[in-house]
Every structure is written in structure tokens, then in C-alpha cells.
């Protein structure tokens, strides 16, 4: 069985996330959307919030499953028996990042990551931006899924 998760903050679920979601979903049997927890990190929705997001959306799709973690997420996928972990790239900012922790992860253990290039009419979306246009009562729906205007 193919599975995969996909770790992030998910503060809140964006149109960019759920590009990358759904372009995986033919790749792999099962998807684990995982929302990391970072005691020190603040967030602008809570945890149960988060999850309710992702629930709403995927309702319908059986391959999709939700979870949260704490801690190294190779540590998660060695729990889970998970092989592959999912991350989506924008631009060369999130390339730099994302190369040194996917070398350290399979330097670490046989966890291969699986990288989607974004969707070029999702790839100025991200949750910080959504996040300002919330704090400022902008209007956010062309950026996040309908589960997540409130
Ligand atoms: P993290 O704090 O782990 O970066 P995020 O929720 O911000 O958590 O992002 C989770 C994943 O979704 C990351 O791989 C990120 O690159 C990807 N992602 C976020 N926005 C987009 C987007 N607009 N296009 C493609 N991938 C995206």
C-alpha cells in the first residue's frame, strides 16, 4: 500500500494545499493529511479548528485521512508505516528549505519525499497571507476552500 502524509501548520487550509492534494491523489492508495504540533508555535486557529477545515473538504474522499503529530514527522511515518511524505514547492525560497530537511530525512531513515511543483494559478497563495487578510476583515474566498470562510 502506497501511503503518504502530508505534514503542515494548515493555519488555515489554503486553495495551494488543497492543489497539491488533489494532483496526489492518483499517485498514492492513502493520504494522511497531518497537522504538526509546535508547543512554542502561536497559531491563529486552534487545533480542533484545523482539523474541521480539512474535514469538511475531504468529506467525500476515503483516501484522505486526518491526524496530528507532535514531533519528527519520520518518527510519525516509522509509526505509521508510512513511506512517503508529500510537500508542495512554490518557489526557490521553498526549494532551499524543503532539499536540507528531505536529505536529513533520508540521511536518517528510507523515507523518500515526494515533491509536486505548484499549480501556477495557486502558487502566490499561502496561509501567512491568508492570515493578514483575516486580521484585517479582507475578504478571502478566491484563496481557501468553502469550509474555511467563516
Ligand atoms: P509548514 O509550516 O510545514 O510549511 P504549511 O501549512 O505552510 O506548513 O504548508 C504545508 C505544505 O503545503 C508545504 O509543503 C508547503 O510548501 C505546501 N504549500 C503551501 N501553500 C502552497 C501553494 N500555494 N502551492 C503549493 N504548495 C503549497
Not at 503542515?8 to 493529511?33: K, Q, V
Not at 504538526?36 to 484522505?64: H, P
Not at 532539499?99 to 536529513?104: G, H, P, R
Request: aromatic share 10%; glycine share 4%; proline share 3%.
Amino acid at each position: 500500500m502506497k501511503r503518504a502524509v502530508f505534514p503542515g501548520s494548515f493555519d488555515p487550509l489554503t486553495l495551494g494545499h488543497t492543489d497539491i492534494i488533489d494532483r496526489a491523489l492518483p499517485l498514492f492508495d492513502e493520504i494522511i493529511i497531518a497537522i504538526g504540533t509546535n508547543s512554542t508555535k502561536k497559531y491563529m486557529f486552534s487545533l480542533e479548528q484545523r482539523k474541521e477545515f480539512i474535514k469538511k473538504t475531504y468529506a467525500d474522499v476515503s483516501k484522505i485521512k486526518i491526524d496530528t503529530y507532535k514531533g519528527l514527522t519520520i518518527d510519525y511515518c516509522k509509526k505509521n508505516d508510512i513511506d512517503f511524505i508529500l510537500r508542495g514547492l512554490r518557489n526557490p525560497a521553498d526549494f532551499e528549505f524543503e532539499k536540507a530537511i528531505a536529505q536529513t530525512n533520508r540521511k536518517m531513515s528510507k523515507i523518500e519525499t515526494v515533491f509536486l511543483l505548484t499549480s501556477a494559478d495557486t502558487s502566490y497563495i499561502s496561509s501567512s497571507i491568508v492570515r493578514d487578510i483575516l486580521k484585517n476583515k479582507g475578504d478571502v474566498s478566491l484563496l481557501v476552500p468553502k469550509a474555511v470562510i467563516i
